[in-house]
């Protein structure tokens, strides 16, 4: 059972408009939340975090928004940029537990 | 400059050998971890270690072993016991309190 969702394999957004990307969650007790980035062939790096006690993060162009009644979190990237082309992954943890990966989305930011 | 390196990162082997993966950090972590990733499948935790010597089971740790004699090393060992190792594999270190994982920068296995 995939506690961590990422329902769209892939989405396509024009360079200078905002890229969305969706995570869901099963888990009601994960109360910590990362974004990933990773090009082929690469380690994942770190984008972005938020806590359960929060409801939005921001750092630059990237906002991450946490909804916890609906075990929902999104990665807003404005405006989105060709280097932003990637697969991104979305992780969740229990506090003391390992962390859990959504199967990541594919963005393909077209000039 | 602090990080985690990963070694080698392609390697070759004929089916029924086994092959270690180094996995190295110089961030004075706790725990650090292996994972696989398969194309549409994310990342699948094989092993975690919060503490030198001493290692526990992912997901899919049957056809691995690990060891953590040291705090800065945590070698993955695919053996022939594993059904289908080619895939690529990540190395990854957190601070036992909390923040982020740190990743290597992976390491292709492939098995002819």
């Known amino acids: 059972d995939q506690q961590v969702k990422q329902n769209s394999p892939s989405l396509s957004v024009q360079e200078g408009r905002i890229s969305i990307l969706n995570c869901d969650y099963t888990?009601?007790?994960?109360?910590?939340f990362l974004w990933y980035k990773k090009y082929p062939a690469e380690g994942p790096t770190f984008l972005i975090s938020?806590?359960?006690?929060?409801d939005k993060n921001e750092d630059g162009r990237f906002t991450v928004f946490l909804n916890k009644s609906a075990k929902h979190l999104s990665l807003h990237i404005v405006p989105s940029q060709p280097g932003d082309s990637a697969v991104y992954f979305c992780a969740a943890r229990k506090y003391g537990q390992n962390f859990v990966f959504g199967p990541g989305t594919r963005l393909s930011v077209l000039p | 400059d602090g990080g985690i390196t990963q070694s080698p990162k392609y390697l070759f082997r004929k089916e029924g050998q086994n092959v270690t993966l180094s996995c190295e950090q110089n961030?004075?972590?706790?725990?650090m971890y292996w994972y696989r990733q398969d194309p549409g499948q994310g990342l699948r935790l094989i092993y975690y270690?919060?503490?030198?010597?001493?290692?526990q089971k992912g997901d899919i740790a049957e056809g691995y072993s690990v060891s953590r004699e040291k705090k800065e090393s945590f070698p993955l060992t695919v053996t022939s016991a594993q059904k289908n190792p080619t895939a690529f594999y990540l190395c990854?270190?957190?601070?036992?309190?909390?923040?982020?994982?740190?990743f290597g920068e992976g390491s292709r296995l492939t098995v002819l």
């Open positions: 961030l004075n972590h706790d725990a």
């Open positions: 938020i806590s359960s006690i929060k």
């Open positions: 888990n009601s007790m994960f109360d910590y």
């Open positions: 990854a270190s957190l601070q036992v309190r909390g923040g982020e994982l740190f």
């Open positions: 270690s919060q503490i030198v010597n001493d290692f």
